[in-house]
Nanobody, 126 residues
């Protein structure tokens, strides 16, 4: 049984930084993909960043240059380093895992992911 547990969310001021973590259990990171999604109130859940098991990454245009996704295979943990945060980054952030290897385009689409965490809230004030 796959379990994904996010942590690291919180409240910061505009321009601040946060690092999200996602601890995975029951999931073997091999020929597949993990990603971070976010959902603001009243909006659709959107892909933020994804990383394939071989290391290639994808980012939404809105976070390029500010967010960095990484993985620690030894710890089975996914990270999202978020810098230069803006109020529009405020959302619930979710970790997700796919059963297959995804391309750069599909890796940011929620329908291709099989497992989801419960989310961690990020609030950025101006």
């Amino acid at each position: 049984q796959v379990q994904l547990v996010e942590s690291g969310g919180g409240s910061v001021q505009s321009g601040g930084s946060l690092r999200l973590s996602c601890a995975a259990s029951g999931y073997t990171y091999n020929n597949n993909c993990m990603g971070w999604f976010r959902q603001a109130p009243g909006k659709e859940r959107e892909g933020v960043a994804a990383i394939a098991s071989h290391g290639s990454t994808s980012y939404a245009d809105s976070v390029k240059g500010r967010f960095t996704i990484s993985q620690d295979n030894a710890k089975n943990t996914l990270y999202l380093e978020m810098n230069s945060l803006k109020p529009e980054d405020t959302a619930m952030y979710y970790c997700a895992a796919a059963s297959a290897l995804l391309g750069w385009w599909s890796s940011l689409l929620r329908k291709y992911y099989n497992y989801w965490g419960q989310g961690t809230q990020v609030t950025v004030s101006s």
